[in-house]
């Protein structure tokens, strides 16, 4: 394929990658504020598969850095689709679970759905870095998820040098949001 023909694919795939995008943003937007579905199915068992599909992706992610600072260009490739992989499956159970189970508040103690002024003084300083941490995690998700697909056409149509410029930026992000997914579910564990 030449390179004209690379970059009328990229083309395409950038729309595509534009409207899964804002499809995804408008989902978990949804999924909050509309009422809870049920479907027969106690969904509770999905948040340490969420951890754990997280853990996935961030070690596809640091062994597919290691491939490619070591050349391997085909395991690096494979590492990608297997973080991308862990992500997609994430982003689905994620969906199904908030859109099914009632939300748990860190520091709600008695699981009443509310956090009371004695729940919020017990859980003290450790509720505001867990915020911290959750609302940096959920933003950078929302904000790299774009630029995670960009940077995949640029690789996948040969666009390589365009692809290295971008994935440099994005990388650092998506690496952080796949961290940063498990520690706040092994902070929030506790109040399940």
Not at 104 to 110: K, P, Q, S, T
Not at 174 to 183: F, S
Request: glycine share 6%; charged share 15%; hydrophobic share 50%.
């Amino acid at each position: 394929m030449g390179s004209g023909a690379n970059i009328q694919l990229e083309k395409k795939m950038n729309i595509a990658a534009y409207i899964i995008s804002a499809a995804v943003l408008s989902l978990v937007v949804a999924m909050r504020r509309l009422p809870k579905l049920d479907l027969g199915i106690d969904f509770s068992f999905l948040p340490p598969v969420h951890a754990i599909l997280n853990s996935g992706a961030a070690v596809f992610l640091m062994a597919a850095l290691y491939f490619i600072k070591n050349k391997n260009v085909g395991l690096h490739r494979k590492m990608i689709y297997g973080a991308m992989a862990c992500s997609v499956l994430f982003l689905l159970c994620y969906v199904l679970y908030h859109s099914t189970t009632p939300e748990i508040l860190f520091g709600d103690a008695n699981h009443d759905g509310i956090l009371s002024a004695e729940e919020r003084l017990i859980a003290g300083s450790t509720r505001t870095w867990y915020l911290v941490l959750l609302l940096t995690h959920i933003a950078l998700a929302a904000a790299t998820l774009p630029f995670i697909l960009l940077t995949f056409n640029r690789a996948y149509t040969n666009q390589f040098d365009r692809h290295k410029k971008m994935a440099r930026w994005v990388y650092p992000f998506w690496l952080y949001v796949a961290i940063t997914g498990p520690l706040c579910y092994l902070m929030l564990k506790p109040y399940y």
